[in-house]
């Protein structure tokens, strides 16, 4: 069992940066692969950013590729989401969620295991 709780979240201008965590609960954290997620009103969720249990090895929306960065601190059960250059429709409610190794970068929320509650993150023009 793990349980997710996503923090960092705000309001912000287009250009500007925000780290969002996810810190996790559960003996198992490190043997679970991430992803960050996010959803707009209106909108499905969509896959952001994803990484496996080692932090060996990293995935990317093309959306976000070169302005976000994904990283994970397994003593700290804690996963993160550098998110810059931000533009206004970046603005959503990010997730953090985990899933097994084998599903690592996988785009299909249905492959994830565990969900946190969300973090909002709004972007001004």
């Known amino acids: 069992q793990v349980q997710l709780v996503e923090t960092g979240g705000g309001l912000v201008q287009a250009g500007g940066s925000l780290r969002l965590s996810c810190a996790a609960s559960g003996r198992t954290f490190s043997s679970y692969a991430m992803g960050w997620f996010r959803q707009a009103p209106g909108k499905e969720r969509e896959f952001v950013a994803g990484?496996?249990?080692?932090?060996?090895?990293?995935y990317y929306a093309d959306s976000v590729k070169g302005r976000f960065t994904i990283s994970r601190d397994n003593a700290k059960n804690t996963v993160y989401l550098q998110v810059g250059s931000l533009k206004p429709d970046d603005t959503a409610v990010y997730y953090c969620a985990a899933a097994p190794e084998y599903y690592s970068g996988s785009y299909y929320p249905g492959n994830y295991n565990y969900w946190g509650q969300g973090t909002q993150v709004t972007v001004s023009s």
């Open positions: 990484i496996r249990w080692s932090g060996g090895r990293t």
